[in-house]
């Protein structure tokens, strides 16, 4: 998996439900580099750190095979890669073959797969619809959360190798389907907020569900 564009965000501001807010999900390629950090990628701008950043979503991917797809259904957004406020776009992902827990090398840096992504209202603005949210959920073109375990450069042009596979097969489109298709799946849900390697923000929204299951099915 190739890296096409490495993307950095500066603070912009927004108006959403008639209040202006900041945002660092306009991301832009640039030339040169970027540093994978523990808990952010170095220069980048993460204004809300309840859901971004911190060290189980330090650096965001996504495919660029995946772009064709969005350019068919929201034809008017600009989608300069970056788009999808990802740090890195890949050449490729296939969210079906990448499980939570995955470890890969991508230039200097050691990095570890743990979520897949929920959508907020700010994609919705980025890409000019706010039905693009909805969307993003019901897809499994979620892109991919990692950690990163060893700090360091990358460079566009770079390929992220897999050296550690999980023994543990919970993919990144299986967990992202939870908050579509399969939100009812109570065994699945119960599988994923036991994983190891998952990122501890998303144990609250699986709990929510399992929560919400067990009240349906009258399982105390």
């Known amino acids: 998996m190739k890296i096409l564009s490495i993307n950095i965000g500066k603070a912009t ?16 390629p640039i030339i040169g580099s970027i540093t994978l950090d523990y808990e952010d990628v170095l220069g980048d701008i993460v204004v809300d750190r309840k859901y971004h950043g911190g060290k189980d979503k330090a650096v965001y991917m996504y495919g660029a095979n995946h772009y064709a797809y969005w350019k068919t259904r929201y034809t008017t957004a600009d989608y300069t890669y970056g788009a999808f406020g990802e740090n890195i776009t890949l050449e490729n992902i296939n969210e079906h073959k990448i499980f939570i827990g995955d470890m890969y090398q991508l230039g200097g840096a050691t990095i570890q797969v743990t979520s897949s992504r929920i959508p907020c209202y700010k994609l919705g603005i980025r890409l000019g619809n706010p039905m693009a949210i909805k969307t993003f959920a019901e897809q499994s073109r979620s892109g991919v959360y990692f ?12 390929q992220m190798q897999l050296i550690n596979k999980s023994t543990e097969k919970l993919s990144v489109a299986a967990l992202h389907s939870l ?4 939100k009812n799946n109570i065994e699945l849900a119960e599988r994923a907020i036991n994983h190891p390697d998952i990122a501890d923000s998303f144990k609250n929204s699986i709990q929510k569900l399992i929560n919400t299951q067990k009240i349906a099915r009258g399982i105390s």
């Open 13 to 28: 501001t927004i108006t959403y439900n008639g209040k202006s807010e900041q945002t660092g999900i306009f991301k832009m």
């Open 147 to 158: 950690r990163v375990l060893s700090a360091g450069e990358v460079f566009k042009g770079d």
């Open 179 to 182: 908050f579509s298709y399969q």
